[in-house]
């Protein structure tokens, strides 16, 4: 390619031009999100659990989801007995497992999307499927997924789900009862089927005070923290266990408290804070290529006609 | 003497009592309300019938038949048994005009047994008329278009039952099915059970009598809710044992009773609080799995004994860990197949570009 | 300088021929129970490991091998070294193919694959893997443009299609003629932009998985990753060039370009010894350098990866080794197997996904990633044969 300098600063204006033009979403600034105090969210007590799995079949009732047994019983028996699961799948958006196998005191652990404050699901999806709603609910739209999965690597607690055995399959996940309950009022299916006031519904900033209350008023029974309040910049679902029991384990991983997106979207935005790097490179590569068309031309060795 | 009317009531009452006079006993008193008691004659039609429903019926002790036949089934109501082919005093002729008579006046048509349709109906013939038997098909569309109110007692009447098994030769049909199948519209409740249970009739009579037929709320499949709303597996001494995984693989072992073919998961009936034989025993308790002889599939076409799916199933007593270990093995074949496969190809190669190589020498290098 | 590149116009169905055949078919039989009885059937995916080897290998390393186009056209068109001229068509030709397949592979990655249009009209700006989408398919675009000369060569004043579409002779040559026009213009601004594109998705492929810190071990845990990422993919390049120069030459019975490939073969050390400094200093600065060597899957995986990185650049730096030819293929050799070994620790070894569940890819997933690899092989072969690829045996 024989291209002059003029014929390179046309180039490289015009390429310039057209790539500060190019309209990608600007990459955003990364302060902390701060909770919005209308948000709601679930306090599960861990102390108060009794671990009848009301809530369980409360949600599966709620969601329309079908029974999953991994007890086997099915080859035993000839049939399908149990609604037996034993993590989050496509059937299931909650679960109860339990911790203390071998001791005397079992303790009961509700697992369910955390609907976190910053989500790392909602910061990784490629075209915006999953959004924090105005109630607080981590929100998934199928018909704008495109099932790449990105969220459930995204995800500290591996919570979304995917639909492995269906030819179209989309994500699963807990929803907060967003659409069938929250709207009109009610609270989350789960919630209000609990008999034990395990699971308590309420506005975020209310339940971390309730939760607050409850450690100071039994100090022996509580362990002095509330799980969620900070971790991974907050979460929707907040947890309390009982003093002997950490809550990793409960499967509550033992996170820090900056928001799991930030590292990444950090990168991006210095990468591509509108677009000045990109250009830059550019411009630097234009200039290496005029200067060295230059030296060849001096040196007088010319290309060919067809060559480009 | 002037005495006001509070007085002399005062001392008419209180002479009544010292007399001993019971007002309610008073014959004079009971014919003037006689005359204020509703009569509701019953026609009871037997179809493909075996009368179990009818014994039961007659087992019935709180309240007692006598009492639902004879005295008031509720205050100011009488039913009159007015024909029943099993227990009524009169036969053949005589019995058919009671029939006959009786449909004339406003009555409640109850059905025991099935109706068979098959060959015109010839399979069960209720009565005689020009030298042939009547089917009960007839006296059914018949009845049922003049009656205030059908009850299909027992599972054979309301949805074919036993006689409608397997092949069913005789056409067997529930009373529902042949009232639509011919335009009957008259309202008809259905009672299934095999046998029923006595109060499950009597209470419906009972509602009937009170309220009407339409006062008695009915499930999709038309049977009272206040006896057949709740599921047998959700009331059962044995559900424990169900959740927990424990099964009698025998009959005599404990636990549940699933495997033996109980159809307690199917079943809506309220057999656990009621049991049988004014509170005795029930199927359960006496260690036979629930045969499920209210829902319109009894008898089940596979065996009594043979276990069923379970519709809304719920978890098991048993917890899963924080962390299940779901790994599955590891399989190389596939690997080690392909590898194998790889280097056979390479060498095979080498080969042929051997042999190729000192046939091609003199041309130009082409594959 | 006269260069002619000419196609080969080799007889096209051959024993080798046969054999990608029968892997691209064991591949649609597999790609049939992959759109119609969903993953379960033809993967080993589960809720712990959703990225398999679709993902780290056909996406990944395919990117990252598909890097040898854009570190040929930097040499020869931005840096000037006009001698390695020959290489710079075979080179976009391979780049185009494998980001080809790189989109055909995330087809078939993906679960709802029909709305795949969605990342060009609903952007999340916020996360790594639109930018990726995005740059990768601008880049596909201007490869596509850079081969567009090949064609324009060929063709051009010969345009004789086939039949009934004969009638559509010359407005194809008319187009060719307004593409030829084209590209003499814009080429300098494609071969820049696909250069600087290749530097976004290259990068932000290795940002992707920073987004699970609980997850990935901290061997290739680091902020450094997009730089790490960009640098072993520039490194890649020649290697890549080397390899297949070297096979092709070999499949076609031509006489190997020794001497262009040892010449261009002198950057790599270069580019491998930024690479291996970047590594190591990332490491020791972070103070996880003792893990590489606690016995584990990982810390395996992480000396071996960084043993098949280092032991050629130690090779490569003297001209000797570089004039040899076999030392030189085992070296490009060692460095690409490094690179896919680099990519399958971040995107699956080196991810700690819980004690639960376990992955191995299954036969389908290795059967449709070898009908890809077969399917690329088929292209290069029909670009090599009926188009100016390859330049004339001197």
Redesign the interface.
């Known amino acids: 390619m024989d291209i002059s300098r003029r014929k390179f600063l046309k180039i490289g204006a015009a390429a310039g031009g057209t790539a500060a033009c190019a309209v990608a979403a600007p990459a955003q600034a990364r302060n902390a999100r701060q909770p919005d105090p209308q948000w709601y969210g679930m306090l599960n007590d861990s102390t108060r659990c009794i671990?009848c799995?009301a809530c369980?079949?409360a949600c599966k009732k709620e969601n329309k989801l079908e029974?999953e047994?991994?007890?086997g019983?099915k080859e035993a028996?000839?049939?399908?007995?149990?609604?037996?699961?034993?993590?989050l799948s496509e059937h299931t958006y909650t679960?109860?497992?339990?911790?203390g196998?071998k001791e005397q005191e079992?303790t009961?652990?509700k697992t369910q999307c955390m609907h976190c404050v910053d989500p790392a699901c909602a910061s990784a999806c490629i075209v915006g499927a999953l959004k924090k709603q105005d109630n607080g609910a981590v929100k998934y739209d199928a018909g704008m997924c495109m099932g790449c999965r990105y969220c459930m690597v995204a995800c500290p607690y591996s919570v979304p789900q995917f639909e492995w055995h269906k030819a179209i399959p989309a994500i699963k996940k807990c929803t907060l009862c967003s659409e069938t309950r929250l709207e009109k009022g009610e609270p989350t299916a789960c919630a209000g089927v609990c008999p034990a006031g395990a699971i308590t519904f309420g506005k975020r900033t209310e339940l971390i005070k309730i939760a607050r209350a409850r450690i100071d008023a039994a100090p022996d029974v509580y362990l002095d923290h509330i799980y969620g309040e900070e971790e991974v910049g907050g979460t929707g679902v907040l947890y309390l266990t009982k003093k002997q029991v950490a809550f990793a384990?409960?499967?509550l991983g033992d996170f820090d408290y900056k928001p799991v997106s930030g590292l990444t979207e950090s990168i991006q935005h210095r990468i591509f804070q509108y677009f000045i790097p990109p250009i830059a490179v550019y411009s630097i590569l234009g200039g290496i290529m005029a200067y060295n068309q230059r030296r060849k031309h001096n040196a007088g060795i010319e290309g060919g006609d067809d060559e480009y | 003497m002037a005495i006001s009317r509070r007085k002399f009531l005062k001392y008419s009452a209180g002479g009544a009592a010292a007399l001993g006079v019971n007002l309610f006993d008073n014959p004079l008193l009971s014919k003037a309300f006689a005359s204020a008691v509703q009569e509701t004659p019953i026609i009871w039609l037997a179809g493909g019938a075996c009368s179990g429903c009818s014994v039961s019926l007659l087992n019935a002790l709180s309240p007692r038949i006598q009492d639902v036949l004879l005295d008031q089934v509720i205050p100011g109501h009488h039913t009159e048994l007015a024909f029943h082919p099993t227990v009524m005093a009169a036969s053949g002729d005589l019995a058919m005009q009671a029939m006959y008579d009786t449909e004339e006046k406003p009555f409640i048509l109850v059905v025991e047994g099935s109706i068979t349709t098959a060959d015109g109906g010839r399979h069960c013939e209720v009565g005689e008329k020009n030298g042939h038997g009547i089917p009960v098909l007839e006296h059914v569309l018949r009845l049922g278009a003049k009656a205030k109110a059908v009850l299909a007692v027992g599972s054979c009447a309301s949805f074919g039952g036993i006689p409608a098994a397997n092949m069913n030769p005789s056409g067997s049909k529930g009373v529902m099915e042949v009232f639509r199948e011919h335009g009957v519209t008259t309202p008809t409740i259905n009672l299934p059970g095999c046998a029923i249970h006595p109060d499950w009739f009597i209470g419906t009579v009972a509602a009937i009598l009170l309220g009407g037929p339409e006062g008695v709320k009915l499930d999709a499949l038309g049977r009272p809710e206040m006896f057949y709303s709740k599921l047998i597996h959700d009331n059962c001494p044995l559900r424990g044992a169900?959740?927990a995984?424990r099964?009698a693989q025998n009959f005599g072992d404990a636990g549940c009773l699933?495997?033996l073919g109980c159809k307690g998961p199917l079943a809506h009936a309220n057999c656990p609080e009621k049991r049988f034989n004014s509170g005795t025993n029930w199927c359960i308790d006496n260690g036979h799995p629930c045969n499920g002889c209210v829902e319109p599939e009894y008898p089940y076409e596979q065996s009594m004994w043979t276990?069923?799916?379970?519709k809304d199933?719920?978890?098991?007593a048993?917890?899963?860990?924080?962390?299940?270990?779901?790994?599955?093995a590891?399989?190389?074949t596939?690997?080690y197949a392909?590898l194998a496969g790889v280097a056979a190809?390479v060498v095979g190669?080498r080969l042929?570009g051997k042999k190729a190589g000192e046939e091609t020498q003199a041309q130009?290098?082409?594959? | 300088m006269n260069i002619k590149a000419l196609p080969l116009r080799?007889?096209f169905w051959?024993?080798?021929v046969a054999?990608l055949l029968f892997f691209m078919a064991s591949g649609v039989v597999f790609a049939y129970f992959r759109f119609f009885h969903g993953f379960a059937s033809v993967t080993?995916l589960?809720p712990a490991y959703p990225f398999g080897i679709w993902i780290a290998f056909d996406v990944a390393c395919g990117v990252a091998l598909a890097a040898g186009g854009f570190t040929t056209a930097a040499i020869v068109e931005i840096f000037g070294r006009h001698r390695y001229h020959a290489l710079v068509r075979p080179a976009i030709l391979t780049a185009f193919i494998g980001y080809f397949l790189v989109g055909l592979a995330v087809f078939f990655d993906l679960g709802k694959y029909y709305n795949i249009w969605h990342a060009l009209v609903y952007w999340n700006g916020t996360s790594v893997l639109f930018e990726v989408a995005w740059c990768v398919m601008l880049y596909l675009s201007v490869l596509a443009i850079e081969n567009l000369p090949n064609v324009v060569e060929q063709f051009r004043g010969r345009v004789a299609l086939p039949g009934p579409l004969s009638a559509l002779n010359a407005p194809t040559d008319w187009l060719l003629g307004k593409a030829d026009g084209f590209c003499r213009r814009t080429m300098a601004f494609f071969v820049i932009a696909g250069v600087v594109l290749s530097f976004g998705h290259q990068s932000s492929l290795g940002t992707m998985m920073l987004i699970a810190p609980y997850k990935l071990h901290e061997l290739w845990y680091t902020p450094l990753s997009p730089l790490l990422f960009l640098t072993s993919a520039v490194s890649v390049g020649i290697p890549m060039v080397v390899f297949e120069g070297t096979l092709a030459a070999k499949?076609?019975?031509?006489k190997p370009e020794t001497e262009l490939l040892s010449g261009i073969a002198k950057y790599i050390p270069l580019f491998l010894g930024t690479y291996l400094l970047l590594r190591l200093g990332d490491l020791a600065y972070r103070g996880v350098l003792a893990t590489a060597f606690d016995g584990s899957l990982q810390g395996n995986a992480f000396l071996l990866e960084f043993a098949l990185f280092a032991v050629p650049y130690f090779i490569l730096k003297r001209r000797r080794s570089r004039q040899n030819p076999t030392l030189l293929f085992l070296c490009s050799l060692s460095v690409i197997c490094a690179v896919v070994l680099n990519r399958f620790n971040v995107f699956l070894i080196g991810m700690d996904m819980?004690?639960?569940?376990?992955y191995?890819p299954?036969?389908g997933e290795?059967a449709i990633t070898f009908a890809f690899i077969a399917f690329g092989v088929l292209l290069y072969k029909i670009g090599v044969n009926y188009l100016p690829i390859l330049e004339e045996d001197h």
């Open positions: 671990g799995k369980m079949v029974a047994s991994t007890l019983e028996l000839g049939e399908q007995l149990y609604d037996a699961p034993r993590g679960l109860i497992k339990m911790h196998e079992k009961f652990v384990a409960l499967g | 169900f959740d995984g099964f699933y495997k276990p069923v799916p379970v199933m719920t978890p098991p048993a917890y899963p860990p924080i962390f299940t270990d779901r790994k599955s590891i399989d190389v596939p690997g392909a190809g190669m042929a130009d290098g082409k594959e | 080799h007889r051959t024993l080798n054999v080993n589960n499949f076609f019975g031509r819980g004690p639960e569940f376990n191995f299954s036969v290795w």
